[in-house]
C-alpha cells in the first residue's frame, strides 16, 4: 500500500494511507460529467474570465472533422460546371462555415466539458450530417413547375436544420444567461439579447421555406440565407464590441481558425491526390501528370507557408474585440476562395491532362503523313493513305478504351465519313469541298475523343448542354470551352483573394511594423491583383484558348507563389542585416542603446523562416 509524505517543521511526516477504493472513487468523481459545469473559470459581480485553453479540446476538433465532412460531400455531389452550380457552392459553403463559426463562437468562451454540452454537441453533429445529406439535391437555379417539392426538398430539408441549430444555439445562450449572468451581472444584457437574436433567427429560417422557396418556385430564395446570417454575426459582432466582458479576447479562437484552414487544406490534397490516381490509372505517370501534380502539391504548400509560417499568428489572442471579430470574418471569404482555388487547381490537373493526351492524336496522325505542316491538309492524301489515318485514329480511340463509351458510335461514323470522303464518295461530299468534309469528320472526331476523356475523368457539362448537342462532338466541345471560361474566371479570382487576404492578415498580426513589413504586405496584394488581372484573359477566346493549351496555367501560380515566399524570405534576411548593421553604429555608452536596439531587433527582426 502506497504512503504519501510531506513536510512539516522540518520532519517529514507520513501522511495516511489511501485505499484503493478510495483511488476509485477519486476517479469516478472526475469520471462522473456533472449536467452544466462552471462555464466559465471565474465570475463575480466585477469579474469575469473564461477557462484558459492554449489549443482546442478534443470535442472540438472531432466536431471540426463533420464540417470536412460536409465540404467534402458537397464538392464530389456538385460539379462546378455553371455559373449556378458556383452560385450553389459559395452560398451552401456560407451557410455551413458561418453554422461552424457560431458554434465556435460559443465553445471558446463557454465550453464545458458536461452532460449539456455533449449532448447539444451531439445535436449538431447530427444537424451537419443532415447539412451533407442535402448537398445532392441542392440547385440554384428557377425551379420547375412539375416536379416542384422534389426539387425544392434539400432546401425544405435545410431550413428544418438551419431552424434546429439556431434554436439550439438560443437554448446555449440562454442556460449561459441564468449561470454566469447571475454571478457576473453585466454579462447578463448581452448574452440575452444573442438568445433572442438566435431564436429571431430561427422563426425567420421557418417562415423562409414557405414564403419565399416553395411560393416563388425559384432556389433564389436560398440567397436569403446570407441576409439572415449577416444579421446573426452583425449582432453578435456589435454584442462583443459593446460589452467586452463577453469578447473572444484571450481565447483560442484564432487556433479553430488556424485548424479549419488546415483542415481545408487538407482536404484539397485528399481531392487532388484522388485525381492523380485517376489519371495515372488511365495513362500511366508521364512527365507531364508529374509535372502538373508537382505543382498543385507545391501551390498548396506555398500557402500553407504563407498562413502558416508568420511570427504573428498568436497576435489575435490579444487583438481588441472590434479587430478580432473582423479577423475572424475575414476568414470566410479567405476559406471560400481557398475552397475554389483548391478545387480549380484538381480541375485544371484534368484539363492539362487531357490537353496532354489530345496532343497524342495529331502525333500518330503525323506518324502517317509525314511531315506535312498542316494536319487538316488531308484531301492531299490518297485513299491508301486516308485508310492509315482513320486506322491510327480508331487504334486511338481503342488505346483509351473508348470503344465502350457512350460516343463510340458518334467517332465509328465520323471515321466512316473520312474514309468515304478519301474515295470520293459523292454522297458522303455533295455540294462541299473534299478538304472542308475531311476537316469537318476529323474535327468531329477529336471533339468526340477530347468528350470522352473529360467523362472519364469526371469532368461533365451541365445535362442540358449535352441534350442540345444531340451528340455533336463538336457542340459538346463548345459547352465544354464555356465552362473553362468560367473556371478561369473564378479560379484566378480566388487566387487573387487568397492572396489578398493574405497580405490582410499580415498587416493585421504584426503590431509593430517598419518599411520591410509593409513591402512584404505590399508585394502580397501586388500578386493577389497580378493573379487576377489573369481572369480578364477570359475576354478574349484567342488568348484564353492559347494559355490554356499552353499547358504554363499551374506552374503560372507556383511561380507567382515562390516568387512571393523567396522575396519575403530574402528580404527578411536582408532587414536581419540591416537591423544588426544599425544595432552596431550605436554607441555603447549611449543611455539609449539598449531601448534602441531592443526596438530595431522588435522591428525588423519578426519575420519567421519557412
Not at 112 to 132: N, V, Y
Not at 153 to 162: K, R, V
Not at 538 to 545: E, G, K, S, Y
Amino acid at each position: 500500500m502506497a504512503h504519501h509524505e510531506k513536510a512539516h517543521d522540518g520532519y517529514v511526516q507520513a501522511t495516511e494511507p489511501v485505499s484503493e477504493s478510495a483511488k476509485i472513487l477519486h476517479r469516478r468523481q472526475d469520471e462522473n460529467l456533472p449536467i452544466f459545469g462552471d462555464l466559465v473559470e471565474h465570475a463575480d459581480a466585477t469579474h469575469l474570465r473564461y477557462h484558459e485553453r492554449e489549443d482546442a479540446r478534443n470535442i472540438e476538433l472531432f466536431f471540426d472533422l463533420f464540417f470536412v465532412a460536409i465540404f467534402s460531400t458537397f464538392t464530389k455531389n456538385h460539379e462546378i460546371n455553371s455559373n449556378e452550380a458556383l452560385s450553389s457552392y459559395a452560398v451552401y459553403f456560407g451557410v455551413i462555415w458561418a453554422s461552424w463559426l457560431q458554434v465556435c463562437l460559443y465553445d471558446v468562451r463557454f465550453g464545458f466539458d458536461s452532460i449539456f454540452e455533449r449532448s447539444t454537441k451531439a445535436i449538431q453533429m447530427c444537424a451537419f450530417i443532415g447539412f451533407a445529406s442535402t448537398t445532392a439535391s441542392l440547385e440554384m437555379g428557377p425551379t420547375p413547375e412539375v416536379g416542384k417539392e422534389a426539387a425544392l426538398s434539400g432546401f425544405q430539408s435545410l431550413n428544418f436544420l438551419m431552424i434546429i441549430s439556431r434554436a439550439l444555439f438560443a437554448v446555449q445562450y440562454a442556460v449561459a444567461y441564468v449561470l454566469v449572468g447571475r454571478k457576473h451581472p453585466p454579462a447578463k444584457i448581452p448574452l440575452l439579447v444573442t438568445a433572442i437574436m438566435y431564436a429571431l433567427a430561427s422563426t425567420i429560417y421557418g417562415l423562409l421555406y414557405k414564403f419565399v422557396l416553395v411560393d416563388s418556385g425559384n432556389a433564389s430564395g436560398f440567397y436569403g440565407y446570407y441576409a439572415i446570417i449577416a444579421f446573426e454575426l452583425s449582432v453578435t459582432s456589435l454584442v462583443v464590441a459593446r460589452y467586452e466582458c463577453v469578447s473572444f479576447k484571450e481565447t483560442h479562437l484564432h487556433k479553430r481558425l488556424m485548424v479549419l484552414t488546415l483542415m481545408i487544406l487538407g482536404e484539397g490534397i485528399i481531392v487532388c491526390a484522388f485525381s492523380f490516381a485517376k489519371i495515372s490509372s488511365k495513362t500511366g505517370w508521364t512527365a507531364n501528370s508529374f509535372g502538373q501534380a508537382l505543382c498543385v502539391i507545391l501551390s498548396i504548400y506555398f500557402i500553407y507557408c504563407l498562413y502558416f509560417g508568420n511570427s504573428g499568428i498568436e497576435a489575435p489572442l490579444y487583438f481588441r474585440p472590434v479587430k478580432q471579430q473582423l479577423y475572424a470574418m475575414l476568414h470566410l471569404p479567405f476559406h471560400l476562395s481557398l475552397a475554389l482555388t483548391l478545387e480549380g487547381l484538381r480541375t485544371w490537373t484534368v484539363i492539362a491532362n487531357v490537353q496532354y493526351n489530345f496532343k497524342k492524336v495529331y502525333g500518330y496522325i503525323e506518324e502517317v503523313i509525314g511531315d506535312t505542316p498542316d494536319v487538316f491538309r488531308l484531301d492531299e492524301f490518297n485513299a491508301t493513305t486516308g485508310a492509315e489515318i482513320v486506322a491510327s485514329l480508331n487504334s486511338t480511340a481503342k488505346t483509351f478504351k473508348f470503344d465502350k463509351s457512350a460516343s463510340w458510335d458518334y467517332m465509328q461514323s465520323a471515321l466512316t465519313k473520312m474514309n468515304l470522303a478519301w474515295q470520293d464518295d459523292a454522297a458522303t461530299i455533295g455540294a462541299q469541298t473534299k478538304g472542308d468534309v475531311l476537316k469537318y469528320y476529323f474535327t468531329e472526331f477529336v471533339s468526340l475523343f477530347q468528350n470522352e476523356q473529360f467523362v472519364s475523368n469526371s469532368m461533365v457539362v451541365p445535362s442540358v448542354q449535352i441534350e442540345a448537342a444531340k451528340g455533336s462532338g463538336v457542340a459538346k466541345m463548345d459547352a465544354y470551352f464555356a465552362v473553362f471560361k468560367m473556371i478561369f474566371i473564378y479560379f484566378f479570382v480566388c487566387t487573387a483573394l487568397v492572396m489578398i487576404v493574405l497580405g490582410v492578415f499580415r498587416r493585421m498580426t504584426l503590431e509593430v511594423r517598419d518599411k520591410y513589413d509593409n513591402l512584404m504586405i505590399t508585394v502580397r496584394m501586388a500578386m493577389g491583383l497580378f493573379l487576377g488581372l489573369l481572369g480578364l484573359l477570359a475576354l478574349m477566346d484567342d488568348h484564353i484558348t492559347r494559355y490554356i493549351n499552353s499547358g504554363v496555367l499551374l506552374p503560372t501560380l507556383l511561380f507567382v507563389l515562390l516568387f512571393v515566399v523567396m522575396f519575403e524570405k530574402g528580404l527578411t534576411i536582408f532587414a536581419i542585416k540591416q537591423g544588426k548593421k544599425f544595432s552596431n553604429t550605436v554607441r555603447k555608452d549611449d543611455p539609449e542603446y539598449g531601448d534602441k536596439l531592443d526596438m530595431d531587433a522588435k522591428s525588423v527582426g519578426e519575420e519567421a523562416a519557412y
